[in-house]
């Protein structure tokens, strides 16, 4: 199953809204548009109408966010035959070890955690180096709502959708040099919000650090991302700011992102240096190469339950070959994992 990018002119289909939460809203906003407009408009825009995804609570988006929330293209990408992973899996069946080696953890934990100022390193390759407050790095961009599938290197799995913008986009603002060949990024440290950093007993080391490839941070899919769900991102999901690469494992989705470099060279990975044998720097989705421990040939999509398993056949790189296999064209996937 292949995401689509329809062309901007595309209007899509109104298929997530029920057919009564749509009519809901068309009597509600009957004196002020059309019913398209009304379909459009996320869960925090319409205060007493029911919310764009059912049992979805708006949360409180800061006031940049709410603003820009008007010319949001929803639906802008789809996930052709794919259902919706339920929002209470999708925030409270998470990795994010800054909070807990435990999937409730984030959620249980992350609540405190403050969001509202959050500034953004830039440095590295770029012609335009500075600490950006969020809000003025998002503010020239259009968001989008774009469904894709994560899955996780664990061998579950998830269809979200995220609200952000390209990464290509932010990019090409700070100015790449010819040098600049691979993107790292960097998640908060914060002990007295995150008990995981706290702890003598932490898998990891803090920072949490990733990279990509220039040429993989420049792709049209890989996303930053700011909400979830027509709604601010939760703590827990890597609130205020995630990246989203959808046809790699999930570890390579870093959260709470705090610093983005531009370097020349392949810049530090936390899961890949801990255990490169079990981790690779590319994390692409491959049902070809299993993990050690496990067979990567399959999935349990959730939710699920002992009971009702949910397995699927796991696809080469989740199923969005057609977009990027050209990446790595000429590379050896086994080896180069």
């Known amino acids: 199953m292949l995401i689509q990018i329809p062309p901007r002119s595309h209007c899509p289909s109104s298929e997530i809204t029920p057919e009564s939460v749509y009519l809901s809203r068309r009597r509600f906003l009957g004196v002020a548009g059309t019913a398209l407009g009304a379909a459009a ?19 409180r988006p800061p006031a940049w966010l709410a ?139 803090w920072p949490y650090r990733e990279g990509l490839r220039l040429d993989e941070a420049m792709h049209p899919l890989t996303l ?3 909400g979830m769900y027509g709604r601010v991102l939760p703590n827990q999901n890597g609130a205020p700011l995630r990246l989203v690469v959808p046809w790699k494992y999930g570890f390579k989705s870093i959260k709470s992102i705090v610093r983005i470099s531009l370097t020349e060279q392949q810049p530090y990975a936390t899961w890949n240096q801990r255990a490169p044998g079990e981790y690779g720097f590319y994390a692409n989705v491959n049902p070809a190469v299993d993990h050690p421990r496990w067979t990567q040939k399959r999935e349990r999509r959730l939710p699920s339950s ?14 969005y070959a057609e977009e990027v296999a050209g990446l790595y064209a000429g590379m050896d996937l086994t080896r180069d994992y």
């Open 41 to 59: 408009l996320p869960a925090w825009a319409l205060a007493d109408d029911a919310p764009r995804y059912p049992g979805v609570e708006p949360g």
């Open 67 to 205: 603003q820009k929330l008007p010319d949001t293209r929803w639906q802008a990408v789809e996930a052709p035959g794919e259902a919706i992973t339920p929002y209470r899996d999708a925030s409270h069946y998470n990795n994010f070890y800054e909070f807990g080696p435990d999937k409730g953890d984030p959620a249980a934990n992350a609540g405190q955690l403050p969001t509202e100022p959050w500034t953004v390193r830039i440095d590295g390759e770029v012609g335009k180096p500075g600490q950006y407050a969020l809000e003025d790095l998002i503010r020239p961009h259009a968001l989008e709502e774009r469904i894709y599938r994560l899955r996780c290197v664990e061998a579950w799995s998830m269809v979200i959708p995220w609200l952000g913008l390209p990464l290509a986009d932010l990019l090409t603002r700070v100015e790449p040099t010819g040098k600049a060949r691979y993107v790292a990024f960097e998640t908060l440290v914060d002990p007295e919000h995150m008990p995981g950093q706290r702890s003598h007993f932490a898998l990891l080391d």
């Open 224 to 226: 930053l991302a700011v």
């Open 306 to 319: 002992l009971f009702s398993p949910n397995l699927r056949d796991t696809l080469p790189f989740n199923g």
